[in-house]
C-alpha cells in the first residue's frame, strides 16, 4: 500500500470544488449492503443479471476505488483511519469492498489489537495458532464495518535486508503459503473479504516502485509463485498486485502473470486490486491484462479515461463487463453468508484477542542459544537482574508504513519484566542507551542481564516514497503524505548486524558478567558474529505485539518453554546471500536463495532455517515409509516417533523434506514438504504423520509448459530442523 496518492487526490479536489460532492458520495457507502441471500452457484448468473442491467458509468464505478477525502483527512488529523471503498450500488444491489489493512491489525485506528508482525506468526509454525489470529483480524474488521481485509502479505524473503520482511512468513514458499492460507480461512470465517499480496516476486523496497525483476519462467512458478497458488486454491477472495515490474512489465498489467498464470492456469474465480498508486501505469494495459480494480482511486480506470479508450476502440465494452464480473460476483457472495455473531466495537482490542497477541508472542520466539542452561531464569534464586540495550525501553511493534497499529497500550521489555517480579524480592536495574558508566556498575553488580537490541521503523519497514525508486543519494525523500502523517521513512535495511551501540553495549555487559541474555528485536535475521561468543544465551523475539514484554518475561523465567523455530537462514555473512542492491532499477533473481541456496554451495550458516531450542530436549526416531516404491499416481504416507526426552513439557516442529538424488533435472538438495507442532509431556512418546504426493516432487518444465515428476531415486528427511546433521533419512523410488 502506498500513502502518496490520497494528499494528491485532495490537492485536486480542492482545486477543482469538488471535495464537499466526493466526501457526500462516500458518506453514503460506509456500511456493508446486505444481498440477496445467494448460493455460490447462483452468483455467476446474478453477477452477469446486473452487470447486463448496468450503464457505462455504473461499470466503470466499479473498476476504482474512492472516499479518498475522507481516508486522507482522517489520516492527517486523526488516530481512526476511514477505510477506502471501492464500487457499489444500492439501487443494483451491489456492496462495495470496504477496505482494511494491515499484517499485524487494523491499520492505525486507535485501539486495534497489536499482534506480532508476520514473520514472528511464521516462526510460530502452528497454522491452527494464525487461524485464531485471521479470526480476530476479521472481527475487528467487521467491527469497524470493513468486508475487505489486506492482512495477508506473503511476499517471499530472498534477502533479510528487505525492508518489509517482517510483514511475510519466511523464505520458503510452502511454509508461507500454508501459513498464510491459514490466516485467509481465519479471516475469510468473518465473511470478510481476504486479500493477498503483492502479486509478484516483490521482496524489495527501496526500488519496488518501478524496479524490475528478471527470472526464469522455471524460478518463477517454481520459487517466487507456489505459496500464492496455495492460497487461491483454498479461496482466497482477492489478490493485490505488486508496484515493481516482472521481466520488464509492470505486475498490475502484466498478461503472462494475470492471465496466463493467475486466471488460465490457477482458474481464479475472484479479483485483483492494484497496490494504491503506482502500480497501474497504462488503464489499456490493465484492461487487457485483467486488473479489476484500480486503488486507491481512479486514475487510468476514471470514466473519460475509459470512455476514451472505448471510442478508440482500444478496449471493447465486453472487455469492461469481463472486468468487473468477478468483482460483482465476489462481493455478493460474501455479502449473501450469513453472521453467526454481531460485530460489536467492544470486539476492537478486546481482552480476548489480547491474550491472543501475548500468546502468539510466547509461542513464536526462538530460543538459538542457551549454554550451561542459563534460561530459564529462576527468580527465587536471582537478586537483581539489569536491563540494558537499546531497545529496553522503547514502545514499537514494527514499522510506521501501511502495517502500523495504534493499540490502547504497548508493554516494553523492561516493563514486562518489572510487572512480571513486582512482589518479589528480585531487584530490576535500568540503565539508558549510551550510558556507558551506568551499564557497566548495573551489569556488574546483576546476577543476569538482558539486552534488547535490534531494529526500529527508521532501520527497516515500508518506505513510503515519492512515486520512483528509492534515490540513493537522497535517501530521505519522502512524499508529502508521509511526512505530515508522520509515516516512517523504513526502506530495506543497510545491513544485518546491529548498530555499534548495542554491539557496545554486549561487550560491555559480557565483559563483567557471565550470565548475559540477548533478546533480538527485527524483521528477519540479525548477524551475530561480532559478539555471540561473549554471550551464553540468545533469543530471537522479532516485533512481538503489544503484549510483547509480558511475553517476554515469562520466557525469561520459564512459565513459557520457547518454542518457535526460524522461518529464515542467519548466514555468517553476507556475503553468503543472494546479491542485494536495493536501488538498482533492473536486479536478476536466481533460482536458489536462503536454505536451498546454503546447501548448493555447501556453506554453514550461523542459524539454520527451522532451527529453534527449547527448555526441553526432543528425539526424533523410527523413521517409516508406507511404501519404498510408488507410482506417479500413488501417495506416500510417512511416519515417524518424537520424544520428549527432558523434564518439561514443550512443543516440537517436526520438519519433513523431500531430496532429490537421482534425478537429472538441476533441483534443490532438499525442499521443506511437510512441518507438524506437537506438545509434548515430559518423558511421552508419539507420533508425527505426513502424506508425500507426487505433484510434491514436480518440478516446472518452460519447453512444455507443464509440472512434471521425474521418474528415479527420492530421500525423505525428517527432524527439527534443515540442518542435515539433525535429519534422519529414506529413500523410496517413483517408477
Not at 534443515?722 to 529414506?730: A, F, R
Amino acid at each position: 500500500m502506498h500513502l502518496n496518492y490520497p494528499i494528491q487526490i485532495v490537492y485536486s479536489a480542492m482545486i477543482k470544488l469538488r471535495p464537499i460532492t466526493l466526501f457526500i458520495l462516500t458518506l453514503t457507502l460506509t456500511s456493508p449492503i446486505t444481498a440477496q441471500n445467494l448460493a455460490d452457484k447462483d452468483a455467476d448468473d446474478k453477477a452477469r443479471d446486473i452487470v447486463s442491467r448496468m450503464t457505462l458509468k455504473q461499470k466503470v464505478w466499479e473498476m476504482h476505488g474512492h472516499g479518498l477525502v475522507r481516508f486522507a483527512l482522517s489520516g492527517l488529523f486523526t488516530n481512526k483511519l476511514k477505510p477506502v471503498l471501492a464500487g457499489g450500488n444500492k439501487k443494483l444491489g451491489i456492496p462495495p469492498t470496504i477496505f482494511f489493512d494491515g499484517p499485524r491489525g487494523i491499520f492505525r485506528n486507535k485501539g486495534a489489537t497489536a499482534f506480532p508482525v508476520t514473520m514472528a506468526r511464521g516462526a510460530s509454525w502452528d497454522p491452527e495458532l494464525e487461524y485464531r489470529v485471521g479470526v480476530a483480524m476479521g472481527e475487528e474488521n467487521r467491527a469497524l464495518g470493513g468486508n475487505y481485509s489486506g492482512a495477508v502479505c506473503m511476499n517471499l524473503l530472498r534477502n533479510p535486508r528487505w525492508g518489509r520482511s517482517q510483514e511475510t512468513y519466511g523464505e520458503d514458499p510452502y511454509h508461507i503459503g500454508n501459513m498464510a492460507t491459514a490466516l485467509v480461512h481465519g479471516i475469510q470465517s468473518q465473511n470478510v473479504q481476504a486479500c493477498v499480496k503483492h502479486f509478484a516476486a516483490n521482496s524489495m523496497e527501496n526500488n519496488r516502485l518501478g524496479g524490475n525483476i528478471n527470472m526464469t519462467e522455471r524460478t518463477l512458478r517454481e520459487v517466487y509463485l507456489p505459496h500464492f497458488k496455495k492460497v487461491i486454491d483454498e479461496g482466497a477472495a482477492s489478490v493485490m498486485s505488486a508496484y515493481n515490474q516482472l521481466n520488464g512489465e509492470y505486475c498490475a498489467q502484466n498478461i503472462h502473470l494475470l492471465q496466463d498464470i493467475l486466471f488460465h492456469d490457477w482458474g481464479f474465480k475472484g479479483y485483483i486490486t492494484s497496490d494504491w498508486q503506482f502500480s497501474l501505469r497504462d488503464g489499456e494495459k490493465g484492461i487487457k491484462a485483467g486488473m479489476n480494480v484500480e486503488m486507491p482511486g481512479g486514475h487510468y480506470y476514471k470514466l473519460s479515461k475509459v470512455k476514451k479508450l472505448l471510442h478508440e476502440g482500444k478496449v471493447s465494452e465486453q472487455d469492461i463487463d469481463s472486468l468487473i464480473l468477478p468483482v460483482i460476483r465476489t462481493k455478493l457472495v460474501f455479502a449473501a453468508r450469513k453472521d453467526t455473531k454481531t460485530y460489536p466495537k467492544s470486539l476492537i482490542g478486546n481482552q480476548e484477542h489480547i491474550a491472543l497477541a501475548r500468546e502468539v508472542a510466547e509461542k513464536s520466539a526462538v530460543l538459538l542459544k542457551n549454554e550451561n542452561e542459563l534460561l530459564p531464569l529462576d527468580k527465587t534464586e536471582i537478586k537483581r537482574i539489569a536491563v540494558i540495550g537499546s531497545l529496553a525501553d522503547v514502545k514499537q511493534t514494527g514499522d510506521h508504513g501501511s502495517s502500523t497499529v495504534y493499540p490502547s497500550y504497548i508493554i516494553t521489555p523492561l516493563e514486562g519484566i518489572k510487572q512480571y517480579l513486582k512482589g518479589t524480592n528480585v531487584e530490576v536495574l535500568f540503565a539508558a542507551p549510551g550510558d556507558t558508566q551506568a551499564i557497566k556498575t548495573i551489569c556488574a553488580k546483576a546476577d543476569a542481564v538482558m539486552v534488547s537490541a535490534g531494529m526500529t521503523y527508521l532501520d527497516e519497514g515500508e518506505y513510503i516514497g515519492a512515486g520512483k525508486i528509492r534515490d540513493r543519494n537522497n535517501p530521505e525523500k519522502r512524499s508529502i503524505f508521509a511526512k505530515i502523517s508522520k509515516l516512517g521513512l523504513g526502506g530495506d535495511r543497510q545491513y544485518l548486524r546491529l548498530h555499534e551501540q548495542d554491539i557496545e553495549a554486549i561487550h560491555l555487559a559480557a565483559s563483567v558478567n557471565k550470565k548475559v541474555i540477548v533478546c533480538l528485536v527485527a524483521g528477519s535475521a540479525v548477524t551475530v558474529e561480532e559478539w555471540h561468543q561473549e554471550v551464553p544465551a540468545i533469543l530471537e523475539t522479532f516485533y512481538n505485539g503489544m503484549e510483547g514484554g509480558n511475553a517476554l518475561a515469562r520466557i525469561l523465567f520459564g512459565d513459557v518453554n520457547p518454542s518457535g523455530k526460524l522461518p529464515f537462514t542467519v548466514p555468517r555473512s553476507e556475503s553468503d546471500l543472494p546479491a542485494f542492491d536495493s536501488y538498482a532499477a533492473n536486479v536478476d533473481y536466481g533460482y536458489y536463495h536462503g536454505y536451498t541456496l546454503f546447501d548448493k554451495e555447501k556453506k554453514t550458516p550461523r542459524y539454520h532455517f527451522e532451527y529453534g531450542l527449547s527448555y526441553t530436549k526432543f528425539e526424533v526416531s523410527d523413521l517409516n515409509l508406507s511404501k519404498k516404491e510408488i507410482s506417479t499416481a500413488d501417495t506416500l504416507h510417512v511416519k515417524v516417533s518424537i520424544k520428549n526426552t527432558g523434564p518439561r513439557p514443550g512443543a516440537e516442529v517436526v520438519q519433513l523434506y523431500i531430496g532429490f538424488p537421482g534425478v537429472a533435472i538441476d533441483r534443490p538438495v532438499k525442499l521443506l514438504r511437510g512441518f507438524s507442532k506437537i506438545t509434548i509431556q515430559p518423558l511421552e512418546l508419539t507420533h508425527a504423520d505426513f502424506s508425500v504426493s507426487p505433484s510434491d516432487l514436480a518440478y516446472y518444465n518452460p519447453d512444455t509448459k507443464q509440472w512434471e515428476i521425474e521418474k528415479g531415486a527420492y530421500k525423505i528427511y525428517v527432524g527439527n530442523s534443515s540442518d542435515e546433521k539433525s535429519l534422519i533419512t529414506q529413500t523410496f523410488t517413483i517408477r
